[in-house]
């Protein structure tokens, strides 16, 4: 019977080009050397997933704040309830810069103890930090005990996973900018065809300072001068100038979030609202989530994260958002869209420098430089 095993396995060796028994005690020594590095980083490793599922019963609820669309909320929560009906789950909408002051107040008070997960707002990001639970999200990805692409995880700050990615796009309408098959690369806005009041730029330049991963500081500085001498239309927020690029008032607008270009064109019935992609195209990481350190429901907390990195979450989030989906879902909107294109990607690296690097831009421009309210 043991010699029978044996060529049993010395067959399915031959013919699948491994063995079980090894893959098995490699996979064994992957997962302990893991948790020993994550030990020797203060973290704490999980490599047992039926043992946080089981946990995950035990908890039996989960509270999450999310800068999640409400139409989204709700259709995630129904299909995470559908998956793991034994988790009451409730997420609640957290958006804009005084929700996240008061988060972080909260969460500094220990009046946010009642939360499990936490949005991270960029403006604030290292201010979270000391506040979450130090577990290795990344080497747990890594390891394939949560199935999450370890590219949505802070490779320094390993327990912070972005489920969303955002770029900017130049809007136009098509009956006013005929020539918008002449825009190609961001440069190409600075042409005397564009000059005199011809395209509209946010003040909070979000789409200039993302340039600096491709171009560098001072390169992005140089063209944020160009740029300015070109005599935009100044204006503050993309939904607004895209309502008015419709109604022809103006023409043209560069950097408005590509999620947006999209719902404010499925509100436009005469079709006069089109878009380009500048290269390198802005690319963000955004929806920045993490578990609290005084969490009660830490098990539950770790199958939501992993939910939400899922096709299934990803595609309601393209549904909802909409167009949120993360560049490194294979097979969502965004990846599709960006397909071929040179990026400028705002890495976890890059993440902190965002607030600092429009500062400098809105300088560039011309503005007085703003200082930041406490």
Known sequence: MMFLKMVCLSFVAAYLGYCPVALAASATSGLEKAQKDATAKGLIFLGNREEIVSKAKTEGKLRVLAEMEPPNIKASVKAFMQKYPFINLYVEEITGTDSARRSILEIKSGAAKDWDI??????????????LWQIDLLGMAEQRVLQIPPQMIDP????????????QVTAYN???????????RWEDILKPDFKGRKFAADIRPTEIAALTPAWGLEKTLDFARKVAAQQPIWVRGGSRTLTS?????????IGPNFHTVK???????SGSLQYVLLEPVPLRR????????????????????????S????????????????????GGAVERELKGKQLSLVSWEHHQ????????VLEAYGFPKAERSK
Not at 156 to 167: G, I, P
């Open 118 to 131: 936490v949005h991270l707002n960029t403006d604030f990001y290292h201010e979270y930090l000391p506040y």
């Open 156 to 167: 320094k700050h390993r327990n912070v996973v972005a489920f969303f990615s955002r770029f």
């Open 174 to 184: 098509k009956k006013l900018l005929p020539t918008s098959h002449q825009l190609k």
């Open 245 to 253: 690029i419709i109604a022809g008032e103006v023409p043209m607008m």
């Open 263 to 269: 719902r404010s064109q499925a509100k436009d019935p």
């Open 286 to 309: 955004s929806m920045e989530e993490a578990m609290l350190a005084s969490s009660q429901n830490r098990h539950a907390a770790l199958l939501w994260l992993e939910w939400m990195a």
């Open 311 to 330: 096709p299934e979450a990803q595609k309601l989030a393209d549904e909802h958002e909409p167009f949120g989906s993360s560049v490194h879902v294979l």
């Open 353 to 360: 420098n965002m607030d600092q690097w429009q500062a400098k």
